[in-house]
Nanobody, 122 residues
Framework: LLVQTGGGLVQTGGSLRLSCTDS????????MAWFRQAPGKEREFVGA????????FYADFAKGRFTISRDNAKSTVLLRMNSLKPEDTAVYYC?????????????????WGQGTQVTVSS
């Protein structure tokens, strides 16, 4: 079970941190990712991190502003978001991959967090 915390309302240019903790036993061997869904839009990939944290990659809109990290000892993955823009407003979801590799496609992710609202005001 993936449980998310964090999020909320922030002004343009501000920062937020989202956290996702896994209560299951396989966290340390599985890749994790973040997705988001804005109102009226399809859910989209934000970024992913490999099982051991050795590599991470991001959607173009997230590069340079968002950072994903993980602590396998705590079964937690973080999404740090800086320089937030109104277009970043969305519900953000953490997702757990079926294996240790991070991928863009949703079909590779088997568990999802409950979602966290992020609202960026202009």
């Amino acid at each position: 079970l993936l449980v998310q915390t964090g999020g909320g309302l922030v002004q343009t240019g501000g920062s937020l941190r989202l956290s996702c903790t896994d209560s299951g036993g396989s966290f340390r061997v599985l890749a994790m990712a973040w997705f988001r869904q804005a109102p009226g839009k399809e859910r989209e990939f934000v970024g992913a991190i490999k099982w051991d944290g050795s590599s991470d990659f991001y959607a173009d809109f997230a590069k340079g502003r968002f950072t994903i990290s993980r602590d396998n000892a705590k079964s937690t993955v973080l999404l740090r978001m800086n320089s937030l823009k109104p277009e970043d407003t969305a519900v953000y979801y953490c997702a757990q991959s079926r294996d240790g590799l991070g991928r863009i496609e949703e079909r590779y992710y088997t568990s999802w967090g409950q979602g966290t609202q992020v609202t960026v005001s202009s």
